[in-house]
């Protein structure tokens, strides 16, 4: 388990409780799931790696562009989805046959894995990391810095 990737899960912890907000990325007044791992993101680095262009809740559904899995192989380290640690980013494919469009970061491993996540009206929580979950899992990165 590397340090940056419990820092990446200590400080989404932090956000536990910030509401729902579509687009928005601001601790306890409002995240999206991409909100929540951009404020994390910041919380590590400073600054953003791009401008975030305005998106629709549905993403690049009608396009079946990849757009969030593009962004995450340009700034982050993919690893293999038998590997988790905690404060890994998880890319989730929420139906079959549509683009990747929810994420979230690993919380626990082991025998009771959980991951968190801003989710449409439940805001930021932890969640458990069931198997349905686990089978929507598309990808699985670390934050740049850490060690293989």
Sequence with gaps: ?????????TEARAWIGTPYRHQASTKGAGCDCLGLLRGVWRALYGEEP???????????EPEGEERLLAAALR????KPLDAPA???????RMRAGSVAKHLGLQGR???APSFIHAY???GVIESP????????IVARFQFPGEGS
């Design 50 to 60: 791009e401008p975030v262009p305005p998106y629709t809740p549905d993403w690049s």
């Design 75 to 78: 700034h982050l380290r993919a």
């Design 109 to 111: 491993t082991g025998p």
């Design 1 to 9: 388990m590397s340090a940056i990737g419990m820092r990446a899960a």
């Design 129 to 136: 990391l069931s198997a349905p979950w686990q089978r929507r």
């Design 86 to 92: 905690a404060g890994d980013v998880l890319l989730f």
């Design 120 to 122: 449409t009206g439940h």
